[in-house]
């Protein structure tokens, strides 16, 4: 189970930090992304990590502005943006797939999904 929260009203060049409550999938072998889908728009990759050795890929619109984290004590993944930009307004999901890569991008390919939560950047 994946339970996204964090999301909010900011305005462009601010932060936000997305929390992602992971349970029963924080084996080594799993990795845990992040995707966004904008109104209208496909659900797209972010970023993912991988639990056992923190391995991360972004994607390039979010390179450099986002960071993807894990807390493996607490069983949680963030996703910490700065530099937020009105394109960067979606609804934010956190999912889990039992694979030990990095740079999953397709949605399909993962198993596990939380709710999302929604981020709104105003201009």
């Known amino acids: 189970q994946l339970q996204a929260s964090g999301g909010g009203l900011v305005r462009a060049g601010g932060s936000l930090r997305l929390s992602c409550a992971v349970s029963g999938r924080t084996f080594s072998s799993y990795t845990t992304g992040w995707f966004r889908q904008a109104p209208g728009k496909e659900r797209e990759f972010v970023a993912d990590i991988n639990w056992g050795d923190a391995r991360r890929y972004y994607d390039d619109s979010v390179k450099g502005r986002f960071t993807i984290s894990r807390d493996t004590a607490n069983d949680m993944v963030y996703l910490q943006m700065n530099r937020l930009k009105p394109e960067d307004t979606a609804i934010y999901y956190c999912?889990?797939?039992?694979?030990?890569?990095?740079?999953?991008?397709?949605?399909?390919?993962?198993?596990?999904w939380g709710q999302g939560t929604l981020v709104t950047v105003s201009s």
């Open positions: 999912a889990s797939v039992f694979r030990r890569l990095v740079g999953i991008r397709a949605p399909d390919r993962y198993t596990h």
